[in-house]
């Protein structure tokens, strides 16, 4: 489902259809932060800073977006998802598709900034 800047609804989400995949070592570990908190509610906290940044497609199945994001010079395309460590305990994870690794890193740590008490547990 393709949706333009802005415009997702969360309003057609089933959440409670989505499932989170394992986690898998091997992410770079800047690009990953660790939580206790409900799956559903990263994932909403995901969508809201995402389409406030650039254009985001929904994955059906799991926790799991596609970001893009255009300016002048150039474009950043991010995958990011919510994954399951073990009972209790989920990885909000960002992989750089393409783009800029500076802008990258520079999303990645605003997007830490904005998951603010949720980034809240160690693995």
């Given at each position: 489902?393709?949706?333009?800047?802005g415009d997702v609804s969360l309003d057609n989400v089933n959440f409670m259809e989505l499932?989170?995949?394992p986690f898998k070592e091997g992410v770079?570990?800047?690009?990953?932060f660790f939580s206790s908190s409900d799956p559903v509610e990263l994932y909403k906290i995901?969508?809201?800073?995402?389409v406030n940044k650039g254009q985001?497609?929904?994955?059906e199945n799991y926790f799991k977006i596609k970001l893009?994001?255009?300016?002048e010079n150039s474009v950043l395309t991010i995958e990011s998802k919510i994954s399951s460590v073990k009972e209790g305990l989920y990885a909000v994870e960002f992989k750089k598709q393409s783009g800029d690794y500076f802008l990258f890193s520079d999303v990645v740590k605003t997007a830490k900034?904005?998951?603010?008490?949720?980034?809240?547990?160690?693995?």
């Open positions: 489902a393709h949706r333009g800047e499932k989170a995949k770079g570990i800047a690009n990953v995901l969508l809201e800073f995402a985001v497609v929904l994955n893009k994001m255009i300016d900034e904005f998951f603010g008490g949720h980034v809240n547990a160690t693995y």
